[in-house]
């Protein structure tokens, strides 16, 4: 079962009270929460918030390993055959939507690319910034730049190579349909609350995070800044604070701002996939009243 939601809807309590009531275990399908040296920034569960739930995949890898939705693809399809033997359903909750698309359905084998532009394009960005290659990918693929984790350069980077050379952009890739039958049934979900209330919450979150000591973590992580895994949000914003780029107070702003913003992709994204069925965030109840349906 995918359990999806935008960043601070409360996936992580609801899916620890599913998986207890279902005595089964959770496969995090949360890139971010996939680096050990992350701890603050990925809102984590704690040890004692997991209560004794099985997790997988969360402190799992190091920011310098290299590690990609296809590596997760093979390696959480790895697991779940095991934990099939045990579990009649296990829960994969995250969200992170190429993720859990790929664990569900696969990726598309996408067109090797020349080194030259990628070459071409990285210059580009050194040169120019990361407002540079938004701009690029809004002219070329509007459509995905709307889901596309902004702030990351790699990801943008992608978009505009592939682009580059094929002439078709990512949407057209994504678009495209796949043939690849899991051997096991997927039940979609998906959580939501106003937005309103979500915003609120997302803001409340950040400060907490802050107190907890988010700006120290980062700082620790800074001579890493280049990495893959640190192109996110909840860093990016505090890398700019230490490059000097703006004061503490906007950092805070950018934090903030830039994590609905991340929320209202991660819900876009879900939102078109149409085998999604959405629960209220306090809808446990009726959560397990659809999931004993599906099972029984």
């Not at 496969?27 to 050990?36: E, G, L």
């Not at 094929?166 to 057209?172: I, L, P």
Request: aromatic letters at 12%; proline letters at 3%.
């Amino acid at each position: 079962m995918i359990l999806a939601g935008p960043t601070a809807v409360g996936k992580t309590d609801f899916s620890i009270q599913l998986a207890k009531r279902f005595q089964t275990e959770i496969i995090s399908a949360d890139s971010r929460q996939f680096y050990k040296e992350m701890e603050i920034g990925t809102a984590k569960p704690t040890e004692e918030e997991m209560d004794g739930v099985p997790h997988h995949f969360i402190n799992s890898r190091s920011i310098h390993d290299e590690y990609n939705v296809g590596q997760f693809e093979k390696d959480a399809l790895y697991l779940l055959d095991n934990l099939f033997q045990k579990h009649d359903i296990v829960f994969v909750v995250g969200g992170s939507g190429l993720y859990v698309k790929a664990l569900c359905a696969g990726i598309h084998d996408m067109p090797s690319i020349p080194s030259e532009i990628r070459q071409k394009l990285n210059f580009e960005f050194e040169q120019n910034g990361i407002d540079f290659l938004q701009q690029e990918v809004i002219k070329c693929d509007p459509e995905y730049f709307e889901i596309v984790d902004q702030q990351n350069p790699q990801r943008l980077i992608r978009a505009l190579e592939l682009y580059h050379a094929t002439g078709k952009n990512m949407s057209y890739y994504r678009a495209q349909k796949n043939e690849i039958d899991r051997p096991f049934n997927i039940i979609k979900i998906g959580l939501e609350r106003p937005r309103e209330e979500l915003y609120d919450r997302i803001n409340l979150r950040m400060d907490d995070m802050i107190l907890d000591g988010l700006f120290e973590e980062a700082e620790k992580l800074y001579p890493y800044k280049n990495l893959n895994a640190l192109q996110t949000v909840g860093y990016s914003e505090i890398f700019g604070f230490l490059d000097g780029d703006y004061d503490r107070e906007e950092a805070v702003r950018l934090l903030k701002r830039n994590s609905r913003r991340y929320a209202k992709r991660q819900m876009t994204w879900f939102k078109r996939d149409s085998e999604f069925v959405w629960f209220s965030a306090e809808g446990k109840d009726k959560v397990i009243d659809y999931l004993e349906s599906k099972i029984s």
